[in-house]
């Protein structure tokens, strides 16, 4: 097996966000190794492309499916004791086939509510319960979840976009129950939600419009302040949610 270096997991790392999580981690001294999952290898290229030239390796795991999860953590048990780092990256808002954030009432889809929940909410929380062990098996682990301001409850004062804003939300909650149970034991987990602010990727292209200047992020701008948070959170952390700039986000 192996240990040494802090051993990480990028769920979600074939484009956006979560390749950049994969890259700047990659480029760092203190990591030993990043397993970087994905629906599907096979059409992974620049991920497969950073897997020939640094410290990953690539693993098949897709959100929606909790066979492929189990499969997932089985193999990455049969390698490594531990995962000191778990970073749940995968999201959706709209995709190919006409999905996109509602603006009125009229708009909600029951099959959108359920795809969102699924990628944004169930999904995370299932690879939490199915790696949980080796979670439990670092002596400082911490989980962070990337979730969207727009998923507090407190914070919401436009409506719309329901299904994404809803699934964020229990996201949130999933997270927040996680921490709690979790934080028990010998060896604690440390779970945290995370707001990038609006990052240039396939996720928020056709919404970039209106976002004030200076306030839509690179992807590498956007993962070095994420990075930042998760570095210096404690104990004490585990169950809040943070923005880009560390400041801490009503639920």
Request: hydrophobic share 40%; proline share 4%; aromatic share 6%.
């Amino acid at each position: 097996m192996e240990d040494s270096g802090l051993i990480a997991l990028v769920q979600g790392a074939s484009r956006g966000i979560g390749l950049e999580f994969a890259r700047q981690l990659a480029g760092r001294s203190d990591v030993g190794r990043i397993i970087a999952s994905c629906r599907d290898p096979s059409s992974a290229d620049m991920l497969r492309e950073l897997e020939a030239d640094a410290p990953v390796d690539v693993l098949a795991m897709d959100v929606e499916d909790e066979a492929s999860i189990v499969t997932a953590a089985r193999q990455t048990a049969a390698r490594f004791s531990r995962i000191d780092l778990l970073i749940n990256c995968a999201g959706l808002l709209h995709d190919s086939e006409g999905m996109g954030p509602e603006r009125r009432l009229d708009q909600l889809e029951p099959s959108n509510l359920h795809r969102s929940f699924a990628v944004n909410a169930i999904g995370p929380a299932l690879v939490v319960k199915h790696f949980r062990n080796l979670l439990q098996a670092s002596k400082r682990a911490v989980v962070a979840n990337i979730s969207a301001r727009v998923g507090s409850i407190a914070d919401n004062r436009l409506g719309g976009w329901y299904a994404y804003r809803a699934s964020k939300a229990a996201q949130n909650m999933l997270t927040r129950s996680m921490a709690i149970e979790l934080g028990r034991g010998a060896r604690p987990v440390t779970l945290i939600s995370l707001h990038p602010g609006t990052v240039d990727t396939d996720l928020s292209r056709p919404f970039q419009r209106n976002v004030p200047e200076g306030n839509l992020f690179s992807t590498e701008r956007a993962v070095g302040q994420l990075l930042s948070i998760i570095d210096g959170v404690t104990r004490e952390d585990s169950g809040r949610f943070f923005a880009w700039d560390g400041s801490e986000i009503p639920w």
